[in-house]
């Protein structure tokens, strides 16, 4: 067994960068033993190894170099056994943070491969749909600040001058995330719709309801249009692109 290592010898036996240790020595995190006065070799003793293991432990435990040096400057087995705790539990919120996110990328393709199977932009029907439930968000003042927006596709509803927001759940919603403002669970009644789309901005979709609305003339229509954003600024950088499903419930043949 060696009594000292050199700077590459302990890199190589952690898998460390050398500029890692340089970093380490530099920042007074772990410093070697030894140091030639003529050409500033470093070399470390071999029980320092623990102690540079100890400092890869915390680092993949996701701790800061500034969190470690004050652990270590304090460590005692109750205080380093509390300070596992408290990142377990950073740990399990992050996961849970980084889950939900997950859900949100797995509702949005869910939501876009449905819709785009067999999607003809052009085409104007008439469809049925059982009774969809989503969480009502509101206005436009309330839309970018609510974590719903985010997590799941979004709805629109234009009624008159009015428009508000939700975002839809699917049937088989299993859990709704910890949102900052608790959610108004809200339901689209079954029914038929005349359906149509829109291709381009937000800012010309009216004209894509006039076009449903005439095609539908010979029918008794509901006042409310409602919208479900398909691509959009979220998969979407060019407005012109964007692809909205708009519905308008048939209330009489």
């Not at 920042?27 to 030639?36: T, W």
């Not at 205080?79 to 943070?97: I, M």
């Not at 409310?224 to 691509?231: H, Q």
Request: proline letters at 4%; one cysteine or more; a neutral charge.
């Amino acid at each position: 067994m060696k009594d000292f290592l050199s700077i590459g010898e302990m890199s190589a036996l952690f898998g460390l960068n050398i500029q890692t240790l340089y970093y380490y020595d530099k920042a007074g995190i772990f410093k070697p033993r030894q140091r030639n006065e003529k050409n500033g070799r470093r070399r470390y003793e071999f029980d320092q190894i623990y102690e540079l293991a100890t400092i890869c432990y915390m680092r993949k435990l996701g701790y800061s170099l500034e969190e470690i040096t004050e652990s270590r400057s304090t460590s005692h087995s109750e205080l380093a056994l509390a300070s596992l705790k408290q990142r377990s539990e950073e740990l399990h919120k992050q996961w849970q943070e980084l889950f939900s996110i997950d859900q949100a990328i797995q509702r949005k393709l869910k939501f876009i491969e449905q819709e785009k199977q067999g999607l003809f932009t052009d085409s104007i029907s008439v469809r049925h749909f059982e009774a969809r439930k989503y969480l009502d968000i509101g206005g436009e003042e309330m839309l970018y600040s609510h974590n719903s927006f985010y997590f799941y596709p979004t709805i629109a509803f234009y009624q008159g001058d009015k428009k508000y927001f939700g975002a839809y759940l699917y049937p088989d919603e299993k859990s709704i995330p910890d949102l900052t403002v608790p959610p108004q669970i809200k339901e689209i009644p079954a029914g038929d719709f005349l359906c149509g789309y829109h291709v381009g901005p937000y800012e010309t979709i009216s004209q894509a309801f006039k076009r449903i609305r005439s095609f539908g003339s010979d029918l008794t229509l509901d006042t409310l249009t409602i919208n479900f954003n398909i691509l959009d600024q979220f998969v979407e950088n060019n407005t012109a692109n964007y692809i909205t499903h708009i519905q308008v419930r048939i209330l009489k043949p």
